[in-house]
Nanobody, 124 residues
Framework: VQLQASGGGLVQAGGSLRLSCAASGFTFADYAIGWFRQAPGRLREGVSCIFSNSIGSTYQTDSMKGRFTISSDNAKSTVYLQMNSLKPEDTAVYYC?????????????????WGKGTQVTVSS
């Protein structure tokens, strides 16, 4: 299983970014893909999660729910995280991960496969 996260970058506060997570090398029917982030000196935390076949999704906090949108393109085996109204506190390395037979919201310790992170930096 390979997960490739991309789309990070430097953006001013109030700006937007769209992260992509391209998944390959698996045929599991029941799984969850989650976005997580880790800021320097902080624990990795969940951001958003989507079930296989896009049957549902969750967001870790109300603030994220109002600003972030998770979606998937099953034909491309890609999960997206659209992030709007970004704040400096959103600065972190963002990771996508896959959990087999997992439910959302996902916990980092329950995920089975991880991609390399993509840096998101929001300047004030």
């Amino acid at each position: 299983v390979q997960l490739q996260a991309s789309g990070g970058g430097l953006v001013q506060a109030g700006g937007s970014l769209r992260l992509s997570c391209a998944a390959s090398g698996f045929t599991f029917a029941d799984y969850a893909i989650g976005w997580f982030r880790q800021a320097p000196g902080r624990l990795r935390e969940g951001v958003s999660c989507i079930f296989s076949n896009s049957i549902g999704s969750t967001y870790q906090t109300d603030s994220m729910k109002g600003r972030f949108t998770i979606s998937s393109d099953n034909a491309k085996s890609t999960v997206y995280l659209q992030m709007n109204s970004l704040k400096p506190e959103d600065t972190a390395v963002y990771y996508c991960a896959l959990g087999i037979n997992r439910r959302c919201p996902a916990r980092p310790e329950n995920m089975d496969y991880w991609g390399k992170g993509t840096q998101v930096t929001v300047s004030s």
